[in-house]
């Protein structure tokens, strides 16, 4: 099955397909864009964390860029979609939200010990490590988000779910908006 999937996802890759696209009763987005690069992630990840005065290492965009392909072969969410929400919810920056969401895409340690045990993830030994570990984080944080979209079957009312707050409605249209710039290349 997994070969399969494989396959079907590289003819979607070939189609140029910038859809929402189910196979196998599974909700998959799929995008794929020659300059989603290193250098381009490089450029947009400086020009954020530079705006709150932090220096961006070489090492730290490489990791960034693995542990974002890597969320992304784990749950098929483009990795153009998780920046818009890393984006969105953190600016690169480990930060800790109003209600103890933590790191770039501001998980909270409860939702993430509810991903870990549906996606079969590793647990760590303190769930304050999602503040500093950006693998862990954006692993946890994209398998949430595909857990909201299989739930939902959209996005917009995935992404509403993601964010859970008073202003969900416009949180998922800043996400959506900047997806589709990410995706035009237009950033």
Not at 18 to 33: A, D, I, R
Not at 49 to 55: I, K, T, Y
Not at 164 to 175: P, Q, T, V
Request: proline share 2%; charged share 25%.
């Amino acid at each position: 099955m997994k070969k399969l999937l494989t396959i079907a996802l590289v003819a979607i890759a070939m189609m140029g397909s910038t859809e929402e696209v189910f196979f196998g009763g599974k909700f998959v987005l799929h995008y794929t864009q020659s300059y989603y690069s290193y250098e381009w992630l490089k450029d947009y990840v400086t020009k954020l964390r530079s705006l709150h005065g932090l220096s961006t290492e070489d090492r730290y965009v490489l990791g960034l860029k693995k542990a974002i392909d890597t969320a992304s072969a784990k749950t098929g969410l483009d990795p153009l979609l998780i920046i818009a929400v890393i984006t969105v919810e953190s600016e690169f920056r480990n930060v800790i939200g109003t209600a103890g969401e933590l790191g770039l895409m501001q998980i909270k340690p409860s939702t993430a010990e509810f991903i870990a045990k549906n996606f079969d993830l590793p647990i760590p030994g303190d769930w304050k490590a999602l503040l500093w570990d950006y693998e862990l984080n954006i692993l946890y944080g994209a398998c949430y988000l595909k857990y909201l979209l299989d739930k939902f079957g959209n996005l917009r009312t995935a992404l509403e779910y993601y964010n859970g707050g008073s202003y969900r409605k416009e949180y998922a249209e800043k996400i959506i908006t900047l997806y589709e710039e990410l995706k035009s290349g237009s950033l």
